[in-house]
């Protein structure tokens, strides 16, 4: 059973197209983490976020306690969008870390 | 600032040597974490220090497996004996306040191949 649920593994977009990854998970959070990470390997957090919705750039990151949902939607997508985008969420305590197996993006020119 | 530093870069030993990775969290920071990425499991936090104590180790997958914090600029993870199926990405990523709902930086990872 994974605490994290991310979907779809896989995604490839023409550029410009509007993008959705979805994170679903199955325990009480402090904090959902979207996180990047680039085929060179290097992982960035791209949000931190416990309510709402936050934004920075094209990317948008929205978050649904009751329903324990979140999605990163990215407008006007870029080769340089692609990526492996993945979902963490620290429990209550902040001490346990859970993450998805990670949505993978391609997109093309 | 220089961001998380981690050494080696890469690292490739035979099995039932010991290795050490290294890291230097960003200067301020309060909490460090080691992070497994491999991939059939993805990625995987091994263990994690808040002001240089160890906070939950749980992840860490056998006793063959350490780490120390002797201080707040430098961690180690130790492997001995290393075994083949312990090749990955390891991360290791600093946080500037305790608890889990802050924003974590990643350093660049080892990769380790275990022949």
């Known amino acids: 059973k994974n605490e994290v649920e991310q979907s779809p593994q896989n995604l490839t977009a023409q550029e410009g197209e509007f993008i959705t990854i979805n994170c679903s998970y199955s325990?009480?959070?402090?904090?959902l983490h979207w996180l990047q990470q680039h085929p060179g390997g290097g992982i960035v957090s791209l949000f931190m976020?416990?309510?709402g919705k936050k934004k920075h750039g094209r990317l948008i990151a929205t978050i649904n306690i009751q329903e324990k949902h979140s999605s990163l939607h990215i407008t006007a997508s870029h080769p340089r969008d692609s990526a492996v985008y993945i979902c963490?969420?620290?429990?209550?305590?902040?001490?346990?870390?859970?993450f998805g197996t990670g949505t993978s993006l391609t997109v093309i020119p | 600032d220089a961001g998380v530093i981690q050494s080696p870069r890469h690292e490739v030993t035979e099995m039932g040597q010991e290795v050490t990775l290294r890291c230097k969290p960003i200067?301020?920071?309060?909490?460090l974490f080691w992070y497994r990425q491999t991939m059939m499991r993805g990625l995987e936090l091994l263990i994690y220090?808040?002001?240089?104590?160890?906070?939950?180790d749980s992840g860490m997958p056998e006793d063959r497996f350490s780490a120390k914090m002797p201080n707040a600029s430098f961690s180690t993870l130790k492997i001995q004996p290393s075994e083949p199926r312990d090749s990955a990405v390891y991360f290791c990523?600093?946080?500037?306040?305790?608890?889990?709902?802050?924003?974590?930086?990643f350093g660049p990872g080892t990769r380790l191949t275990v022949l």
């Open positions: 990523a600093s946080s500037p306040n305790t608890g889990g709902y802050n924003e974590q930086f």
């Open positions: 325990v009480g959070i402090s904090a």
């Open positions: 976020l416990s309510s």
């Open positions: 963490a969420v620290s429990d209550n305590t902040g001490n346990q870390f859970y």
């Open positions: 200067s301020g920071h309060n909490s």
């Open positions: 220090f808040n002001n240089n104590v160890p906070i939950d």
